[in-house]
T-cell receptor
Framework: DGGITQSPKYLFRKEGQNVTLSCEQN?????MYWYRQDPGQGLRLIYY???????QKGDIAEGYSVSREKKESFPLTVTSAQKNPTAFYLC?????????????FGQGTRLTVV | KNQVEQSPQSLIILEGKNCTLQ??????????LRWYKQDTGRGPVSLTI?????NTKSNGRYTATLDADTKQSSLHITASQLSDSASYIC????????????FGTGTRLKVLA
């Protein structure tokens, strides 16, 4: 099955811990994105990557880090510097440089600080 | 400032009824507009996508319209079903070195039996 897979579905983090959210896609998409979703707010872009070994900060990158060592994978690390990490995190991918480019989303990871 | 506003924030309708969700945007330069359906705790799934030249697009019981002059879009749901209960998100994309997406906050629809 082609698609985009996020894991884990639920994640609990202690104060001061770093955690890494996984995102894998087998759609052969060049672009990958990480979004954060909070109640009552639209999705906000954390980081995006258009090509392997390259990524750009989005609107709310502080306290997060990413890597893009493989085309299929775009893991997101939530560091201890992120003061309010409890949220629903969505990973997406798309083909770049096409007018009707569509973003396909994973099923999300719900991160809770305990 | 690029913004996407949706209304109403929430809506409750009875099964079998029709409803219309609204999306207004101030995104420029406009590339395309799409509607997503997001079930609780799941990722969004695309319903329709429209470019500047398209003013109507249907997907089963879902019909989206786009007025690029007034920068408004609507999503009409016909003969609603319980499974239509979800959040519906309007997303406008624009090009600024790369394609970027502006997400609305969504309309939460509840269909009651």
């Amino acid at each position: 099955d082609g698609g985009i897979t996020q894991s884990p579905k639920y994640l609990f983090r202690k104060e001061g811990q770093n955690v890494t959210l996984s995102c894998e896609q087998n759609l052969n998409h060049d672009a990958m994105y990480w979004y954060r979703q909070d109640p009552g707010q639209g999705l906000r872009l954390i980081y995006y990557s258009q090509i392997v070994n390259d990524f750009q900060k989005g609107d709310i990158a502080e306290g997060y880090s990413v890597s893009r060592e493989k085309k299929e994978s775009f893991p997101l690390t939530v560091t201890s510097a992120q003061k309010n990490p409890t949220a629903f995190y969505l990973c997406a991918s798309s083909i770049v440089a096409r007018l009707n480019t569509e973003a396909f989303f994973g099923q999300g990871t719900r991160l809770t600080v305990v | 400032k690029n913004q996407v506003e949706q209304s109403p924030q929430s809506l409750i309708i009875l099964e079998g009824k029709n409803c219309t969700l609204q999306c207004n945007y101030t995104v420029s330069p406009f590339s395309n507009l799409r509607w997503y359906k997001q079930d609780t705790g799941r990722g969004p799934v695309s319903l329709t996508i429209m470019t500047f030249s398209e003013n109507t697009k249907s997907n089963g019981r879902y019909t989206a319209t786009l007025d690029a002059d007034t920068k408004q879009s609507s999503l009409h749901i016909t003969a609603s079903q319980l499974s239509d209960s979800a959040s519906y998100i309007c997303v406008v994309s624009f090009y600024s070195g790369t394609y970027k997406y502006i997400f609305g906050t969504g309309t939460r629809l509840k269909v009651l039996a």
